[in-house]
């Protein structure tokens, strides 16, 4: 586990992987190459349990199938949402991550969810956040961390797995 990145994907990549392109939560894509939903993509690089370890809270969980059921969001039933999330929770746990609880509080950002992933970031030693939120990608580097969108995230790990075929 050591070897593993230590990640964060904020709401909005867990959203987008299922909102996106070609990629059900059936079947994740496993890069290289990428594909043309760089959120799913995220997801399934950690979904490989290879070289990075996914790491998710409740305040994640909870908003994830907010998100998804609402009619202004994705609109899905509370099932299918309740089912992606323990498929989420199956992958950072199976990816080296996991579950955690911030016990620590944070106000570097003025929007109060951002500060939840930045909670989370610091209490599971995060070495990378991942999202496409404007005010987050903003702050980085973040306490050292870089704050990446899920483009350059996947493009990156592809990269370094491509270099390692070789």
Known sequence: MTDRIRAVYDINVLVGAVA??????????????????????CVGIANDAVDVALFVSDHVLTNLVRVLV?????????GPAREYVETIIDIAEASGGGVVQPTVRVDDCPDWEDNRILELALESEADIIVTDDVDLTAMSPWRGRPVVRPAEFATRVDAARRSRRR
């Open 70 to 78: 609402s009619p202004d969001g994705l609109g899905w039933e509370t």
């Open 20 to 41: 996106g392109g070609n990629s059900p939560f059936l079947v994740w894509p496993n890069p290289p190459p990428v594909s043309d939903n760089r959120s799913a993509d």
